[in-house]
């Protein structure tokens, strides 16, 4: 995953077999907690979240909430930050780098996750989190395991 590309790419040993837009933290890398950055280094996929739930599905704090997004249900909480479709839920794997004390990825809760299909990618607006296309974000879901190697740069 690079932040600077703005792009995932998916890998089958060493052949790229996909790649999608991306949108990480507006506030650039970095690993601290609370600093609203997207964790760079190596990661793997610790929980994925959703596997079943229809396309837009709404997630707060990691459960469907019974919701589907919708055009309307965005413009009634427009300063929400929408978790959508699949979580895939990230833990560091670098010590003190991304994982334990002030930089653990885990606890500060970042996640490969589906957005609203309105919001831009290839440009960085989330909060910390890798935000996806409700279709790329399923579909990468769909293809890789828990424990999967994530590796941000």
């Given at each position: 995953?690079?932040?600077a590309?703005?792009?995932?790419?998916l890998y089958r040993g060493h052949?790229?077999?996909e790649?999608?837009?991306?949108?990480?933290a507006?506030?650039g890398?970095?690993?601290l907690?609370?600093?609203?950055?997207?964790?760079r280094?190596?990661?793997?996929?610790?929980?994925?979240i959703g596997?079943?739930?229809?396309?837009g599905a709404?997630?707060?704090?990691?459960?469907?909430?019974?919701?589907?997004y919708s055009a309307?249900?965005?413009?009634a909480?427009?300063?929400r930050?929408?978790?959508?479709?699949?979580i895939?839920?990230?833990t560091g794997?670098?010590s003190g780098r991304?994982?334990?004390?002030m930089?653990d990825t885990?606890?500060?809760?970042?996640y490969i996750h589906?957005?609203?299909?309105?919001e831009?990618?290839?440009?960085?607006r989330?909060h910390?989190?890798?935000?996806?296309?409700?279709a790329?974000?399923?579909?990468?879901?769909?293809?890789?395991?828990?424990?999967?190697?994530?590796?941000?740069d």
């Amino acid at each position: 995953m690079s932040i600077a590309q703005q792009q995932l790419v998916l890998y089958r040993g060493h052949e790229a077999v996909e790649s999608a837009a991306v949108s990480t933290a507006l506030q650039g890398p970095g690993e601290l907690n609370g600093s609203g950055c997207t964790p760079r280094g190596r990661h793997r996929i610790r929980l994925k979240i959703g596997v079943g739930c229809p396309t837009g599905a709404v997630f707060r704090g990691r459960r469907w909430t019974g919701e589907v997004y919708s055009a309307a249900l965005g413009a009634a909480a427009p300063e929400r930050d929408w978790i959508l479709s699949r979580i895939l839920w990230l833990t560091g794997c670098e010590s003190g780098r991304n994982r334990g004390g002030m930089v653990d990825t885990l606890s500060r809760y970042i996640y490969i996750h589906g957005c609203p299909d309105s919001e831009p990618m290839g440009v960085p607006r989330s909060h910390g989190c890798i935000r996806m296309r409700n279709a790329d974000v399923i579909r990468l879901c769909d293809c890789v395991p828990v424990g999967c190697p994530v590796l941000i740069d």
